[in-house]
Protein backbone atom coordinates (compact mmCIF):
# COMPACT_ATOMS: atom_id res chain seq x y z
CA UNK A 1 0.00 0.00 0.00
CA UNK A 2 2.24 2.99 -1.51
CA UNK A 3 0.15 5.49 0.14
CA UNK A 4 -0.06 3.87 3.74
CA UNK A 5 3.79 3.53 2.77
CA UNK A 6 3.81 7.56 2.00
CA UNK A 7 1.75 8.70 4.87
CA UNK A 8 4.22 7.07 7.50
CA UNK A 9 7.06 8.87 6.15
CA UNK A 10 6.55 11.42 3.58
CA UNK A 11 10.18 11.53 3.03
CA UNK A 12 9.81 8.60 1.05
CA UNK A 13 8.19 10.48 -2.22
CA UNK A 14 11.25 12.60 -2.08
CA UNK A 15 14.29 9.23 -1.65
CA UNK A 16 11.89 7.79 -4.53
CA UNK A 17 12.68 10.53 -7.50
CA UNK A 18 16.28 10.55 -5.60
CA UNK A 19 17.03 7.19 -6.38
CA UNK A 20 15.88 7.82 -9.90
CA UNK A 21 18.14 10.51 -10.43
CA UNK A 22 20.97 8.46 -8.71
CA UNK A 23 20.22 5.43 -10.65
CA UNK A 24 18.37 6.04 -13.76
CA UNK A 25 15.10 3.78 -12.89
CA UNK A 26 11.51 4.61 -13.83
CA UNK A 27 9.00 5.12 -11.14
CA UNK A 28 6.48 2.30 -11.35
CA UNK A 29 2.92 4.48 -12.42
CA UNK A 30 0.75 3.09 -9.86
CA UNK A 31 3.22 4.59 -7.13
CA UNK A 32 3.58 6.97 -9.03
CA UNK A 33 -0.19 7.76 -8.33
CA UNK A 34 -0.03 7.12 -4.94
CA UNK A 35 3.25 9.87 -4.62
CA UNK A 36 0.82 12.36 -6.34
CA UNK A 37 -2.40 11.26 -4.23
CA UNK A 38 -0.28 12.28 -0.86
CA UNK A 39 2.31 14.72 -2.01
CA UNK A 40 0.92 17.59 0.19
CA UNK A 41 2.65 15.73 3.29
CA UNK A 42 6.05 16.57 2.24
CA UNK A 43 4.91 19.82 4.51
CA UNK A 44 4.97 17.75 7.74
CA UNK A 45 8.79 16.62 7.32
CA UNK A 46 11.32 18.71 8.65
CA UNK A 47 13.20 20.56 6.04
CA UNK A 48 16.64 19.45 7.16
CA UNK A 49 15.89 16.02 6.13
CA UNK A 50 14.39 17.05 2.95
CA UNK A 51 17.32 19.06 2.10
CA UNK A 52 19.35 16.21 2.23
CA UNK A 53 17.33 14.25 0.05
CA UNK A 54 16.64 17.16 -2.70
CA UNK A 55 20.80 17.58 -2.16
CA UNK A 56 21.07 14.14 -3.39
CA UNK A 57 18.57 14.42 -6.11
CA UNK A 58 20.49 17.46 -7.84
CA UNK A 59 23.58 15.28 -7.82
CA UNK A 60 22.68 12.16 -9.52
CA UNK A 61 24.25 11.11 -12.84
CA UNK A 62 20.15 10.99 -14.39
CA UNK A 63 19.75 14.49 -12.63
CA UNK A 64 17.05 15.49 -15.45
CA UNK A 65 15.14 12.19 -14.93
CA UNK A 66 14.73 13.22 -11.25
CA UNK A 67 13.54 16.59 -12.29
CA UNK A 68 11.27 15.51 -14.40
CA UNK A 69 9.83 13.65 -11.39
CA UNK A 70 9.64 16.30 -9.55
CA UNK A 71 7.41 18.33 -12.41
CA UNK A 72 5.27 15.02 -12.97
CA UNK A 73 4.23 14.90 -9.44
CA UNK A 74 4.06 18.53 -8.79
CA UNK A 75 5.51 18.41 -5.23
CA UNK A 76 7.89 20.58 -5.69
CA UNK A 77 4.64 22.72 -5.09
CA UNK A 78 5.14 21.83 -1.28
CA UNK A 79 8.53 22.47 -0.77
CA UNK A 80 10.25 25.52 0.63
CA UNK A 81 10.45 28.78 -1.50
CA UNK A 82 8.61 26.86 -4.09
CA UNK A 83 5.61 26.30 -2.17
CA UNK A 84 5.20 30.44 -3.20
CA UNK A 85 7.11 30.74 -6.30
CA UNK A 86 6.38 27.08 -8.03
CA UNK A 87 6.97 28.43 -11.63
CA UNK A 88 10.33 28.28 -11.20
CA UNK A 89 10.78 24.59 -11.31
CA UNK A 90 9.03 24.73 -14.63
CA UNK A 91 12.04 27.18 -15.60
CA UNK A 92 14.86 24.83 -14.25
CA UNK A 93 17.45 24.04 -17.26
CA UNK A 94 18.44 21.13 -18.62
CA UNK A 95 21.58 20.22 -16.31
CA UNK A 96 24.44 19.25 -18.57
CA UNK A 97 26.53 17.31 -15.59
CA UNK A 98 24.52 17.20 -12.00
CA UNK A 99 25.33 19.46 -9.37
CA UNK A 100 27.10 18.61 -6.59
CA UNK A 101 26.21 20.80 -3.84
CA UNK A 102 22.92 22.51 -2.39
CA UNK A 103 24.82 25.53 -2.82
CA UNK A 104 25.01 25.28 -6.57
CA UNK A 105 21.43 24.22 -6.61
CA UNK A 106 20.61 27.80 -5.02
CA UNK A 107 22.36 29.78 -7.21
CA UNK A 108 20.96 27.85 -10.06
CA UNK A 109 17.63 28.94 -8.85
CA UNK A 110 18.57 32.54 -7.94
CA UNK A 111 19.34 32.66 -12.43
CA UNK A 112 15.95 31.90 -13.00
CA UNK A 113 14.39 34.27 -10.63
CA UNK A 114 16.69 37.19 -9.35
CA UNK A 115 13.66 38.81 -6.83
CA UNK A 116 14.15 35.53 -4.57
CA UNK A 117 16.92 36.66 -2.87
CA UNK A 118 19.28 33.84 -1.50
CA UNK A 119 19.13 34.51 2.00
CA UNK A 120 15.40 33.47 1.66
CA UNK A 121 16.67 30.47 -0.26
CA UNK A 122 19.10 30.12 2.72
CA UNK A 123 15.91 30.72 5.48
CA UNK A 124 13.40 28.93 4.18
CA UNK A 125 15.47 25.96 3.64
CA UNK A 126 17.30 26.20 7.11
CA UNK A 127 21.23 26.09 5.28
CA UNK A 128 24.18 26.38 6.82
CA UNK A 129 26.90 29.02 6.62
CA UNK A 130 28.63 27.42 3.83
CA UNK A 131 26.25 26.38 2.14
CA UNK A 132 24.98 30.38 1.61
CA UNK A 133 28.58 31.34 1.30
CA UNK A 134 28.59 29.20 -1.65
CA UNK A 135 25.54 29.75 -3.08
CA UNK A 136 26.44 33.69 -2.70
CA UNK A 137 29.92 33.68 -4.33
CA UNK A 138 28.65 31.49 -7.51
CA UNK A 139 26.11 34.24 -7.84
CA UNK A 140 28.36 37.04 -7.67
CA UNK A 141 31.03 35.03 -9.91
CA UNK A 142 27.89 33.94 -12.68
CA UNK A 143 26.63 37.84 -12.39
CA UNK A 144 30.37 39.22 -13.18
CA UNK A 145 30.66 36.95 -16.30
CA UNK A 146 27.41 38.17 -17.61
CA UNK A 147 27.89 41.50 -17.23
CA UNK A 148 31.51 41.33 -18.82
CA UNK A 149 30.24 38.34 -21.08
CA UNK A 150 32.80 36.06 -19.84
CA UNK A 151 35.84 35.62 -17.90
CA UNK A 152 38.72 38.79 -16.56
CA UNK A 153 40.80 38.59 -13.93
CA UNK A 154 39.34 39.76 -11.02
CA UNK A 155 36.08 36.82 -11.43
CA UNK A 156 38.87 34.07 -11.22
CA UNK A 157 40.87 35.93 -8.64
CA UNK A 158 37.96 36.38 -6.31
CA UNK A 159 36.50 32.82 -7.28
CA UNK A 160 38.07 30.64 -4.55
CA UNK A 161 39.76 27.36 -6.19
CA UNK A 162 37.16 25.15 -4.35
CA UNK A 163 34.17 26.59 -6.27
CA UNK A 164 35.91 26.26 -9.65
CA UNK A 165 34.32 22.78 -10.45
CA UNK A 166 31.11 24.29 -9.22
CA UNK A 167 30.78 27.46 -11.54
CA UNK A 168 32.01 25.99 -14.62
CA UNK A 169 29.24 23.23 -13.93
CA UNK A 170 26.11 26.04 -13.67
CA UNK A 171 28.08 28.37 -16.32
CA UNK A 172 27.40 25.05 -18.73
CA UNK A 173 23.76 24.84 -17.62
CA UNK A 174 23.20 28.27 -17.64
CA UNK A 175 24.85 29.75 -21.01
CA UNK A 176 25.11 28.08 -23.88
CA UNK A 177 27.95 30.21 -24.98
CA UNK A 178 29.89 28.91 -22.35
CA UNK A 179 33.34 27.76 -23.48
CA UNK A 180 33.78 23.70 -23.19
CA UNK A 181 37.30 24.80 -22.05
CA UNK A 182 36.28 27.04 -19.33
CA UNK A 183 37.63 25.14 -16.74
CA UNK A 184 41.05 25.32 -18.54
CA UNK A 185 40.85 29.24 -19.59
CA UNK A 186 39.93 29.92 -15.29
CA UNK A 187 43.69 28.36 -14.90
CA UNK A 188 45.31 30.19 -17.64
CA UNK A 189 44.41 33.03 -16.27
CA UNK A 190 44.89 32.00 -12.47
CA UNK A 191 48.83 31.43 -13.19
CA UNK A 192 49.06 35.15 -14.85
CA UNK A 193 47.49 36.45 -11.75
CA UNK A 194 50.40 39.06 -9.37
CA UNK A 195 48.32 37.68 -6.87
CA UNK A 196 45.86 35.29 -5.40
CA UNK A 197 45.23 36.62 -2.00
CA UNK A 198 45.35 40.30 -0.48
CA UNK A 199 47.83 39.13 1.79
CA UNK A 200 50.17 39.10 -0.89
CA UNK A 201 49.90 43.00 -1.64
CA UNK A 202 53.29 44.66 -1.05
CA UNK A 203 51.10 47.11 1.37
CA UNK A 204 49.01 46.98 4.63
CA UNK A 205 46.60 49.49 6.36
CA UNK A 206 49.13 50.50 7.98
CA UNK A 207 51.19 51.78 5.52
CA UNK A 208 48.69 53.87 4.03
CA UNK A 209 47.70 55.61 7.01
CA UNK A 210 51.48 56.63 7.65
CA UNK A 211 50.96 58.18 4.55
CA UNK A 212 48.26 60.57 5.54
CA UNK A 213 49.15 60.86 9.29
CA UNK A 214 46.54 63.92 9.91
CA UNK A 215 43.75 61.92 8.70
CA UNK A 216 41.73 60.37 11.14
CA UNK A 217 41.20 56.43 10.68
CA UNK A 218 38.09 55.04 8.98
CA UNK A 219 36.91 53.21 5.88
CA UNK A 220 38.66 55.20 3.52
CA UNK A 221 41.79 52.71 4.26
CA UNK A 222 39.71 49.40 2.78
CA UNK A 223 37.81 51.13 0.39
CA UNK A 224 41.65 52.86 -0.82
CA UNK A 225 43.57 48.94 -0.11
CA UNK A 226 40.93 47.15 -2.44
CA UNK A 227 41.31 49.90 -4.81
CA UNK A 228 45.26 48.95 -4.76
CA UNK A 229 44.08 45.34 -4.97
CA UNK A 230 42.61 45.40 -8.35
CA UNK A 231 44.69 47.81 -9.89
CA UNK A 232 47.63 45.16 -9.09
CA UNK A 233 45.19 41.96 -10.41
CA UNK A 234 44.70 43.35 -13.64
CA UNK A 235 47.99 44.50 -14.23
CA UNK A 236 47.92 47.89 -14.12
CA UNK A 237 49.71 48.64 -11.17
CA UNK A 238 53.62 46.56 -10.41
CA UNK A 239 53.08 44.66 -6.79
CA UNK A 240 55.86 46.81 -5.50
CA UNK A 241 56.18 49.31 -2.33
CA UNK A 242 57.58 51.68 -4.27
CA UNK A 243 55.20 51.83 -6.93
CA UNK A 244 51.99 51.28 -4.61
CA UNK A 245 53.25 54.50 -2.77
CA UNK A 246 53.57 56.33 -5.66
CA UNK A 247 50.48 55.67 -7.20
CA UNK A 248 48.56 56.31 -3.95
CA UNK A 249 50.10 59.72 -3.42
CA UNK A 250 48.76 60.46 -7.36
CA UNK A 251 45.80 59.01 -6.02
CA UNK A 252 45.08 60.09 -2.58
CA UNK A 253 41.98 59.27 -0.71
CA UNK A 254 38.95 61.75 -1.41
CA UNK A 255 40.53 62.62 -4.97
CA UNK A 256 38.15 61.25 -6.86
Known amino acids: DGQKRFHEDPLRM??????????????????????????????????????????KLFAGDHVNLGIDYLRKTKIYHHLPVMIKYPYIMERFPVLKTPLHSFG???????????????????????????????????????????????????????????????????????????????????????????????????ITGHDIRSLFPDKQAGPWVGTLLRHIEKEVVFGRLPNQPLNIKEWILCNPPGAN
Not at 142 to 157: A, D, E, P
Request: with cysteine; glycine share 2%; charged share 30%.
Open 104 to 202: EVIACFHQIEKKIPISMWCNKWKCSNKIKREAMTLTKAIHTYQTNKGLNRWLVYQLPKNLVNGFVRLMHSLDDDAPQNLKAKIRDISKELPIHSSKELA
Open 14 to 55: IRAIRFSSQLGFHIEQETLKQMIAVKKEIETVAVERILIECE
